[in-house]
C-alpha cells in the first residue's frame, strides 16, 4: 500500500528571492508553527470536549480483560503506535488529553506515530519501498524515542483477511513485541522492562457490520491471547464497545471513530490505568486538546515531513542535506509539551 505522495507542507512560504544571510525555508517554517502553538495557547475555547453519549457502557463495566494495569510512571516516554485509530488521535488529541490529565503527578512524554491504514507488517510505512524498509524504519524511530512504554493498535485493517490471515496476523504481532521491545530498549536497558499495552480494534457500525465484526471480534480475541503471552496489557475498545446495537454511533463513518467515539476511548484508557479523571476535566479539555493537538504536529513534521522523499528516501541525494534540519523540531516539541503540562498544572488546581 502506497500513499500519494503530498505536495504542501505547513511550514512552507511562498517563493521568494532569498538575501544571502536569511533562514532556510524550513527553519522559517519551525518559527511559524512555534508562533502557531502561542496562538493556540492563548486562543479563546472554540469547542467542548465531545462527551459519550448516555447509551455507552460505563467504562467500569466496559469488559476489559482481566490482566497487567496500565500503568504510566513519573518521566514515562509513551509511544502510541498503530494504524487510522492512532494517527487521527495524533489530530484530535483525546486520548493523550484523557491519559495525562489523569496523571497529573506525573511528568510523562508522549510521541505519536501512528500512519493511517498501517498493518503489524508496516505496510503503509514503505512508502515508495517494500514494507520491510517501512519496517525497518519504523523500529528505527522507535529506538531513537527509547520509549518505557508503548502502546499498539492493530488489526483492523488485517482483519480484512478474515479467518484465513489470521494465523499469520497472530504470529507477526507477536514478532512486533519482540521487536519493539528490542528496538525501545536499546543497549542499555532490559528488553522486558518495556511495558506494552495492546489495543484491540473497534467494531464497524457499517451496513455488513456483522460480516465485519464477526472477523473484528476473531482478530481481538487472537490480540488478546498475544498481550496474555508477551506479559502485556490490554486496552479492549473492541468489548468495550459491543454490541453496537446497544449503544448510540461512535463513528464518523461506520469505521473511524468521531469525536465522540474518541471521547470514549479516551475514558477506556483512563480506565485501563486505574485512575479517573478528574471532574474539572471535561470543562477544561477545549483548552487542553489544542496545546496537545499542536504538539503532535510539530513533532509529526519532525518525523515525517511532507516533503520526505527528498530528505529521507529514495531522492535524498537531492535535498538530504536538509536533514540535519530536523532536529530543530526538537526543543518546539518540548516547548509545546511543557506549556500542555502548565495546563494540566491549572487543572489540578482547580480541584
Known sequence: MRRAHRTTNAAAGPRRRRP?????PLLRGLLLVAAAI???SAAPARCRAAAPDAGVPDAAASGQPAGPKVELRDGDRVVFLGDTFFEREGQRGFVESALAAA???ATLHFRNLGWSGDTVWADSRGVFDAAAKGYERMLALVADLAPSVVFLAYGRNEAERGEAGLPAF???LARLCGDVRRAAAGRDRDPRAVRLVLV???PCETIDADARNAALAAYAGAIREVATEEHAAVVDLFAAFSPVAARPPLTANGVHLSDAGYAAAAERFVAATGRRLPAAFAAAAADLRPLVVAKN???FHRWRPANETYIFLFRKH???NNAVEMPRFDPLVEEAENKVREAI????ARR
Open 20 to 24: 544571502a544571510d536569511s533562514r532556510t
Open 38 to 40: 502561542g496562538a493556540a
Open 103 to 105: 496523571h497529573p503527578d
Open 170 to 172: 497472530r504470529g507477526q
Open 200 to 202: 484491540t480494534p473497534t
Open 297 to 299: 504536529t510539530l513533532f
Open 318 to 320: 537531492e535535498q538530504g
Open 345 to 348: 498544572r491549572s487543572l489540578e
